[in-house]
């Protein structure tokens, strides 16, 4: 006999595994990398400290 399969749970899966691979693919193509993220973070800080050094009571 064939093995009985639910249509729902298979349709379901196999949106998962789509989405699992574009999410894959969205990461490679937008995502920086944990170094990248904190050189932006340093430069924006130091950047506001710059700024609030500058302004004029």
């Known amino acids: ?3 009985i399969v639910n ?4 349709r ?3 949106d998962r595994s789509a989405a699992s ?3 894959d693919q ?3 193509k937008f995502g920086h990398s944990k170094a990248e993220k904190a050189l932006q973070s ?3 800080k130091k950047a506001e400290r ?8």
């Open 21 to 23: 691979v574009k999410a």
């Open 50 to 57: 710059d700024l609030d050094g500058a302004k004029r009571e």
């Open 12 to 14: 379901k899966a196999k």
């Open 7 to 10: 249509l729902n749970r298979a």
């Open 1 to 3: 006999m064939a093995e």
């Open 26 to 28: 969205n990461a490679v």
């Open 42 to 44: 340093a430069k924006a």
